[in-house]
């Protein structure tokens, strides 16, 4: 079963419009099967597929040194696209030339990591590009209505939503899932970054994939595994960058009670998280639930908002008494934070903490639980 990607419609409504289109995201969620989506739609269009994972591919366009010979590669196409484009030393210049020498064409560019190909490109294309982010695929994506909506919020606590994954049975997702991560997911990390020994990068994410929902220290994490404390912070800054993992900081306007500079880090989909501790145990049965949970819903309104065009600042919220508020979006506007709590099981009794309502009143507050779970997409 094919799902119709959100992201899809939002590249669409800009093609043509003298834009190089940029498309982040982690290997495997979807971004080739998009791009060829967007050639089918667009087929009376003379184009051209690219992989930058093509050797030959990647060694042309680094050989190419004028438009010239730019040109005798692409040829007389009026839609381009490459994928992976990461992997071209210089990309970014040469998209330029491309650009500046064909107003008419309209250039998508892939990529799976974000740290290698922004930097490439960023100096160069300013004001010629808009980018994007493709995430596995969401709970709307997915969902027709509001049930589906909970059944399905349940089923990705469990294996995720990575495209090639979510239609297969059970056995076989824990099979694929594991695949996804030991030969795909950090690639693009360890070759960028001249990581030598794996094992600490693993050792890392399974500390990680534990603490999910958690307060983090950089300092305790180091001690773990053996590495210096400035390592592990570029370590993980390199994960999230490669669409691995999500941090989030912690909300304060310098009010005394509280906590100022603590960070949670939640990972993009849990089936990884799953697989990187080999839990697929059912949920009703998992001490880990709260937290899976939370961390479902925070990265599921992260992709709500991104494909609406939406970027909120993302925050959690703690004070020295251990009372806690999941998610806060801030908007930048006066009165502008909309605040989470997620629950699985809610109590009806369940309230916000009495001193984040007295200090910060005119904010919006909802409680999410898997009975309303709908409420967190605008419904």
């Not at 009026?78 to 491309?98: N, V």
């Not at 059970?170 to 990390?189: C, H, I, S």
């Not at 306007?253 to 080999?278: M, T, V």
């Not at 309230?351 to 639980?369: G, M, Q, V, W």
Request: charged share 25%; with cysteine; aromatic share 12%.
């Amino acid at each position: 079963m094919l799902f119709e990607r959100k992201l899809n419609s939002n590249i669409t409504k800009n093609l043509f419009k003298g834009k190089i289109l940029l498309i982040y995201g982690a290997r495997q969620v979807g971004k080739t099967t998009l791009v060829k989506n967007i050639l089918k739609e667009n087929s009376k269009k003379k184009s051209l597929y690219l992989n930058a994972d093509d050797f030959d591919v990647k060694n042309s366009f680094e050989n190419a040194q004028n438009f010239d010979q730019l040109k005798s590669i692409i040829g007389n196409v009026e839609l381009l696209i490459i994928d992976e484009a990461q992997r071209i030393k210089d990309i970014g210049l040469r998209l330029k030339m491309i650009h500046d020498n064909s107003k008419q064409l309209q250039i998508i560019v892939t990529g799976s990591s974000s740290f290698e190909l922004a930097q490439s490109i960023h100096e160069p294309l300013t004001g010629r590009s808009l980018s994007y982010i493709l995430y596995p695929l969401s709970l709307e994506e997915i969902s027709e209505n509001q049930l589906e909506l909970k059944r399905n919020a349940h089923k990705l606590l469990q294996y995720g939503s990575y495209p090639g994954i979510i239609n297969e049975s059970n056995k076989d997702k824990q099979e694929l899932l594991k695949e996804v991560t030991e030969q795909y997911l950090f690639k693009d990390v360890l070759e960028f970054s001249g990581i030598k020994k794996s094992e600490y990068l693993i050792k890392l994410l399974k500390l990680l994939a534990y603490q999910i929902g958690q307060t983090v220290s950089y300092h305790e994490i180091a001690t773990s595994i053996g590495l210096d404390q400035t390592t592990v912070a570029k370590y993980i800054d390199l994960l999230e960058k490669s669409f691995v993992l999500f941090k989030l900081g912690s909300y304060s306007n310098n009010l005394r009670n509280e906590i100022k500079k603590n960070q949670k880090i939640y990972f993009y989909d849990l089936g990884i998280r799953n697989a990187l501790i080999n839990d697929f145990n059912e949920i009703e049965l998992r001490p880990d639930l709260g937290h899976l949970w939370e961390n479902l819903l925070v990265i599921e309104r992260l992709k709500h908002n991104s494909y609406r065009g939406e970027k909120p600042s993302y925050y959690f919220w703690k004070n020295y008494d251990q009372q806690e508020v999941d998610l806060i979006e801030d908007w930048g506007r006066a009165k502008s934070l909309q605040c989470y709590e997620f629950k699985y099981k809610a109590k009806k009794s369940a309230k916000f903490p009495a001193s984040f309502i007295e200090n910060y009143p005119e904010s919006s507050r909802l409680f999410i639980d898997q009975n309303n779970v709908f409420e967190l997409f605008d419904y």
